[in-house]
């Protein structure tokens, strides 16, 4: 997608008590699932990917969800500086057309 449009990306990893472990001596957080955040401004369109940290063997559109999903389960709102309905439009969907979800792998 990035060869193909002009997209900002957002990911991290998901920290609460239940979500993630540690490793080594020195206790290094290590998240158990992590998110992604795509967002193609020039088109109006938003999607999001919600895994675990592990060796996937399923399709990628199973992982799916809305940003509006994602902020829930990360009690953090990513594009705030959207006017609001932009935002509301945005999170709250997903165009699967467009990202052609059914040719990826």
């Given at each position: 997608?990035?060869n ?92 699967m ?9």
């Open positions: 997608w990035g193909k449009y002009n997209i900002i990306v957002v990911t991290g990893g998901v920290f609460t008590e239940k979500t993630h472990t540690t490793i080594g001596n020195s206790g290094i957080t290590v998240p158990k699932e992590f998110f992604k955040i795509i967002y193609a401004p020039n088109k109006g369109e938003m999607i999001g990917f919600f895994m675990p940290n592990e060796k996937l063997n399923a399709e990628l559109i199973s992982f799916i969800k809305t940003v509006d999903e994602i902020e829930t389960i990360t009690g953090t709102n990513y594009f705030e500086s959207l006017p609001d309905e932009l935002q509301k439009n945005l999170e709250s969907q997903i165009n057309n467009f990202w052609r979800l059914s040719t990826l792998n």
